[in-house]
């Protein structure tokens, strides 16, 4: 075991206490408040409530420090298991309520994609984008709400990336698919809420319990995290009808951004499609992903601002923030291909019972995995 | 002059970031209520992608 290294000054280590930066948390308080106002007369309570929730999810993020992209790492390379088992809790707590709540036709859907060969490559391009920017389609997020350099260049190009999965996507779909796959389909619902977290319990347990055979305990804050994620993830659906999503809302802001540089956006077939094309024709304010991700930069960054996160940030050495580009853009793309990250695809995927979020997560894990040995050559650890 | 650390690009980032959302939100049609893509067109993933054929 190495040592640590001994601390040779006479001095006590200089640690900054939290001081509250108040300029830019009341800069960010008050660009939320007048967005949220805006959110208000256009799509009413409802649209003010997932907003909130979007910051609240924000906050929560940065303040338990609940990451995926470090703790597959810490798995792959440490073989940590507690982290991945939290996971598997937060999936298994939010299937609690899609599951049924779906099949019940309670005016919600799940998130059901099909099985193709588009997720299987887009889920490890993915994979191994989330290990080169040092964090996913929450972490970047999260991390950028909170003021992070690295992910200052990293969402940038995870939008840009989005933008030109879009543009792929309807090529991608006819290399192959077998449709959607509902686990248990047909079973009833009681039969497939009873498989379907039977499934998640067993990965779950399977990860905790080769974790205490090595001696690892699952520390608090991330069960905690877990809990707290899950509840917010309950008020999510119930309020939009829908599981929680981040990436759309990244592949819109790229859509609004290059139609207004003049690229026909609208003539691609992507944007064709009802939905999209619906997004693109309204306010970014009124998609459910993009309303929630703004609401989640305007709540981690409040929350930074206010433990004085803000002015601890630095620029990371350049090799890195060409690594945080690159995963940007595999990432944008990965998710788009794969029908989601490791929110809409890996925890909301596996929660409504489709088989896609499992491949997803099998896959991811696998491009993690390369990516990992990429990192030292941009300078990361491993 | 100021240095272009993280957190003066982040408020810059930030503030550009609104002025923008506002000007699409002004220019854009409005919404009776929030929506998502896969709601409509009866999509086969969230994104809003429609179904296709199996093996196609």
């Keep these: 075991m190495t040592a640590a290294p001994l601390q040779t000054d006479t001095h006590p280590p200089a640690i900054d206490p939290p001081v509250i930066e108040w300029a830019p948390a009341l800069m960010i308080g008050m660009v939320g408040l007048g967005l949220a106002g805006l959110v208000a007369l256009d799509t009413g309570l409802r649209g003010v409530a997932l907003f909130a929730l979007g910051g609240a999810l924000g906050a929560v993020f940065i303040g338990f420090q609940y990451g995926f992209a470090s703790v597959w790492r810490r798995f792959l390379v440490a073989g940590e298991m507690m982290g991945v088992a939290a996971h598997f809790l937060l999936i298994g707590l939010c299937a609690l309520l899609f599951i049924p709540a779906a099949g019940l036709g309670l005016a919600a859907t799940g998130s059901l994609a099909p099985v193709s060969v588009s997720l299987v490559i887009g889920a490890f391009m993915f994979g191994i984008g989330m290990q080169l920017a040092n964090g996913c389609g929450s972490g970047v997020l999260f991390s950028f709400g909170g003021g992070s350099g690295r992910m200052l260049v990293a969402l940038p190009f995870f939008i840009l990336g989005s933008l030109l999965g879009s543009f792929l996507l309807p090529t991608a779909l006819d290399w192959g698919s077998l449709g959607q796959v509902a686990i248990a389909d047909g079973a009833g619902e009681a039969v497939r809420l009873l498989v379907n977290i039977g499934l998640i319990a067993a990965a779950g347990t399977a990860f905790y319990m080769t974790g205490r055979r090595r001696g690892q305990a699952l520390p608090r804050q991330l069960l905690a995290g877990s809990v707290v994620v899950a509840a917010l993830c309950w008020l999510v659906f119930i309020l939009s009808g829908n599981p929680w999503g981040i990436t759309f809302g990244f592949t819109l802001w790229g859509a609004k951004i290059a139609a207004f540089i003049g690229v026909p956006v609208g003539e691609f077939t992507f944007w064709q499609w009802a939905g999209p094309q619906r997004a693109l024709t309204h306010s970014v304010l009124a998609d459910v992903s993009s309303l929630m991700d703004i609401g989640m930069v305007i709540g981690a960054g409040l929350l930074a601002a206010i433990g004085g996160g803000l002015r601890r940030q630095s620029w990371p050495p350049s090799r890195q923030l060409v690594a945080a580009a690159l995963g940007g853009i595999l990432m944008g793309i990965g998710a788009r291909l794969a029908f989601g990250c490791n929110i809409g695809a890996f925890l909301a995927g596996i929660a409504s019972g489709s088989l896609h979020g499992w491949i997803w997560f099998v896959m991811a894990m696998a491009g993690s995995w390369v990516g990992i040995r990429w990192r030292p050559s941009f300078g990361l650890s491993r | ?56």
Excluded: E, Q
């Design chain 2, 1 to 56: 002059m100021t240095r272009l650390t993280p957190k003066v690009i982040y408020v810059l980032v930030l503030l550009a970031g609104c002025v923008v959302v506002v000007g699409d939100h002004l220019i854009s049609r409005s919404l009776s209520g929030p929506g998502a893509p896969g709601d409509l067109g009866g999509a086969c993933a969230p994104c809003g992608a429609p179904c296709t054929d199996a093996g196609g």
